[in-house]
């Protein structure tokens, strides 16, 4: 195996038609010929090692890069600069430039992984060469990616599989994470961990109030707000906490623009793109409320009351609908979010994921939670006007019950409260804590086992080249190594076929659990043990589905889990609404003050009831109004004031706020005063002046010894010279140029 690779280009050859004439097959091979040329000179212009070989099916290349030792040391510097001007002068972070010259020496797989991204996919104007697959120049460019570390990967997911090392992971665990795949992922592990040791408090509360018979207990749902809000202010606290660690705090305002960022646009011209999106998301927002309200009302009208033929199947019909129409609706209006998002012109990575997290999630919630609103707002009416609907359902049929002798609706009011009553909100619960979760870990972790067997049986295991033949050695042999390097072409070829990962749906079924639990866990106190089993078995999941079922996430700098925390904080708040509106409506005492108790049965007692209802509807109506109003205004004083006690408890004192102003005073110290306005004198850097080389970086700085602790610690040093000897025969043979002339001769 090559330890020395960085990146994997993977560059389409022939275009996909099957259907194209011999001219512009010609035509077409010509043009990949050109911009292959292009790419390796771009490549071995920058001081990067490139090399091309087949890929895993026809029309398909592989261009294997890695960067030699003193390229990467001058990108270290480069970085140090950036962050030494943008970071710790500007803006007072942790990333001092003293902290940064001091790792200068030494990398992790990350770090390094990282910087050679970086540089390879920015744009000119930030130092980078323009590599990228949205980059117009580089069309035939499909994914740029890296690889895993199978010996990492092994060590890794052994160490998380047991249920001591789940609930033990620390800081030390974090951080192997980190110098393995970058802080976006780790943040999101320590989000995972400190989630799931949060949830043991309300998991013990709820299950001490599932057994103690009290169905939307006041007590229960006032400690499930006051646990919903202190975690969201927790963990605020919590990633400011990792990010001064990891030294990434800050980190957005070094970030890199995107290549598909066009330039010389006004900021108003993006919030105003972003404000004509929200009334084309509310239209999207609106078909899907209209389309799984109709699915409710007939579930709720039809499979609950319908006791006609085939009643027993009928009740399918609501999931078959769903299952065919909800799935193909997202998917759709994904595709037009993705779009509205690059129409908005983000600068920055992060603002462009932020604005599309949003938009996903606002519809991704309304089929989470529409149901469990929809239910119990439902109810409420359904329960006082039951003698309403099954006057209607069984005076519409008689017909129907005079020739078969059955009713094809319920027709007694009490039978029909009885079918209405609470027990199917803590159904709906069970459905998406129990069967839900289980159908998730099918989908994350056993499917793709068999989606890529059956791709393998109906392939047959060729990986044809790209003229049609067999992928056969090369009639020009190369001495020493073949079968490790033709393994190794193996395992690159099967990590181009996987997909890349993300990581909004790992994110997005967090916080759509946690919200089913801070908002409907007073139905079925239970959620929360249900969810803390799951998660427990979610980190080690999570782990190996990345390792097998992913390509390696190409490591990203992050401070925050960005817009899901807002998510949080909004779902916080609504939990103080629910939950109020809930044991208002359906504790035992307060359900029959409001009307939630079995109808009448005579039709005088009917008729009474029916006069009342209208006046008692208003009145439960203000009422829950007034509650929530006040709910609101409660959450608002709570979470200021958790936030004032968490911040002097967890933030003020800390090692880490120390860290961080003793980095900033030494900033502050050791560089001279900025100027601001006239006649005051301008700084001059205290970095060395730059080297006259084509790219904008410093000259590289001398380079110590390795030293044996650090290397111990898995961090790769930088030697003098470099790695790759210029004779090395696997950067000398290239497979890329001959593979398309093959083309172009038979085209």
């Known amino acids: 195996m090559r330890h020395d690779i960085d990146l994997v280009v993977v560059f389409r050859a022939s275009s996909p038609s099957i259907h194209i004439s011999k001219h512009k097959a010609r035509i077409d091979a010509q043009h990949a010929e050109?911009?292959?040329?292009?790419?390796?000179?771009?490549?071995?212009?920058?001081?990067?090692?490139?090399?091309g070989r087949r890929g895993e099916h026809q029309g398909q290349l592989i261009l294997l890069v890695s960067c030699s030792n003193q390229k990467l040391q001058e990108l270290l510097q480069r970085e140090w600069q950036a962050h030494y001007y943008h970071s710790d002068f500007l803006h007072g972070l942790s990333t001092s430039?003293?902290?940064?010259?001091?790792?200068?020496?030494?990398?992790?797989?990350?770090?390094?992984?990282?910087?050679v991204y970086t540089y390879v996919t920015a744009t000119p104007s930030d130092g980078g060469l323009g590599i990228h697959p949205h980059n117009d120049s580089w069309s035939r460019i499909e994914s740029i990616m890296a690889l895993h570390d199978p010996k990492f990967n092994d060590v890794w997911i052994r160490s998380v599989t047991t249920l001591a090392s789940v609930i033990n992971i620390g800081h030390?665990?974090?951080?192997?994470?980190?110098?393995?795949?970058?802080?976006?992922?780790?943040?999101?592990?320590?989000?995972?961990?400190?989630?799931?040791?949060?949830?043991?408090?309300?998991?013990?509360a709820g299950f001490a109030?599932?057994?103690?018979?009290?169905?939307?207990?006041?007590?229960?749902?006032?400690?499930?707000?006051?646990?919903?809000?202190?975690?969201?202010?927790?963990?605020?606290?919590?990633?400011?906490?990792?990010?001064?660690?990891?030294?990434?705090?800050g980190s957005d305002r070094v970030e890199q623009h995107l290549p598909s960022f066009a330039e010389g646009h006004p900021w108003w011209k993006r919030e105003l793109k972003i404000l004509v999106s929200v009334p084309i998301i509310a239209l999207f927002a609106s078909i899907l409320a209209v389309l799984l309200t109709a699915i409710f009302i007939f579930e709720a009208f039809v499979t609950t009351?319908?006791?006609?033929?085939?009643?027993?199947?009928?009740?399918f019909a609501p999931t078959v609908i769903f299952t065919a129409v909800i799935p193909q609706f997202l998917a759709i209006y994904r595709r037009y979010a993705r779009r509205l998002t690059q129409w908005e012109n983000h600068e920055h990575q992060s603002s462009f994921d932020a604005s599309l997290t949003t938009k996903s999630f606002v519809l991704s919630s309304i089929v989470s939670y529409l149901g469990m609103v929809l239910r119990p707002l439902s109810m409420f009416p359904l329960a006082r006007h039951s003698n309403t609907v099954s006057s209607l359902t069984s005076s519409g049929f008689d017909i129907a019950t005079e020739k078969s002798g059955r009713a094809l609706f319920v027709s007694d009011a009490n039978m029909a409260h009885a079918k209405l009553n609470?027990?199917?909100?803590?159904?709906e619960m069970f459905a998406y804590m129990v069967t839900n979760q289980a159908s998730n870990f099918f989908m994350e972790v056993g499917l793709p086992f068999l989606t890529r067997a059956f791709a393998s049986v109906r392939s047959g295991k060729r990986r044809p080249s790209l003229s049609g033949a067999s992928a056969v050695t090369p009639?020009?042999?190369?001495?020493?190594?073949?079968?490790?390097?033709?393994?190794?072409?193996?395992?690159v070829r099967r990590e181009v076929s996987l997909p890349q990962y993300g990581l909004f749906e790992d994110y997005d079924e967090m916080v759509t659990q946690f919200g089913y639990v801070a908002l409907w866990s007073t139905i079925w106190p239970l959620a929360p043990l249900m969810a803390l089993l799951n998660n427990v078995i979610e980190l080690p999941s999570d782990a190996f589905k990345i390792v097998t079922h992913f390509r390696h996430p190409l490591p990203t700098r992050t401070d925050t889990i960005g817009p899901w925390l807002d998510c949080l904080s909004y779902l916080a708040w609504l939990s103080a609404l629910t939950n109020s509106a809930l044991v208002y409506l359906f504790h035992p005492t307060a359900a029959a003050a409001v009307g939630l108790r079995a109808p009448l049965s005579t039709s005088a007692g009917a008729g009474a009831q029916h006069v009342a209802e209208r006046g008692q509807t208003r009145d439960v109506v203000v009422r829950a109004l007034f509650i929530a109003l006040a709910a609101s205004h409660g959450y608002i004083i709570l979470r200021a004031a958790v936030r004032h006690v968490l911040v002097r408890v967890l933030w003020i004192g800390s090692a880490e706020k120390a860290r961080m102003d003793d980095a900033t005073r030494e900033s502050v110290q050791s560089a001279p005063c900025l100027g601001v306005g006239p006649g005051l004198p301008v700084p001059v850097p205290v970095p060395a002046a730059p080297a006259p080389t084509s790219t904008p970086a410093l000259a590289p700085a001398p380079v110590p010894a390795p030293d044996p602790a650090r290397a111990a610690e898995g961090k790769v040093p930088l030697p003098a010279s470099p790695p790759l000897p210029p004779d090395d025969e696997f950067w000398q043979f290239d497979e890329g140029i001959d593979e398309i002339r093959k083309g172009i001769k038979e085209a």
């Open 34 to 51: 050109d911009q292959y040329t292009r790419l390796l000179e771009t490549l071995r212009k920058a001081d990067l090692y490139a090399v």
């Open 97 to 115: 430039a003293s902290n940064v010259n001091q790792d200068q020496t030494t990398l992790n797989p990350a770090e390094r992984l990282r910087l």
């Open 172 to 204: 030390d665990q974090l951080d192997i994470i980190r110098t393995q795949f970058g802080e976006a992922i780790a943040l999101y592990f320590a989000f995972l961990v400190s989630y799931t040791r949060a949830l043991f408090f309300i998991s013990v």
């Open 209 to 249: 109030c599932y057994y103690s018979g009290k169905a939307y207990s006041f007590t229960y749902s006032s400690l499930l707000f006051l646990w919903s809000v202190v975690f969201v202010e927790y963990w605020r606290i919590r990633e400011r906490l990792h990010s001064v660690t990891w030294g990434c705090l």
């Open 305 to 315: 009351l319908y006791t006609g033929p085939g009643h027993e199947y009928i009740s």
């Open 422 to 427: 609470r027990s199917r909100l803590q159904k």
């Open 475 to 491: 009639k020009k042999k190369r001495s020493g190594g073949a079968r490790d390097e033709r393994e190794f072409l193996e395992r």
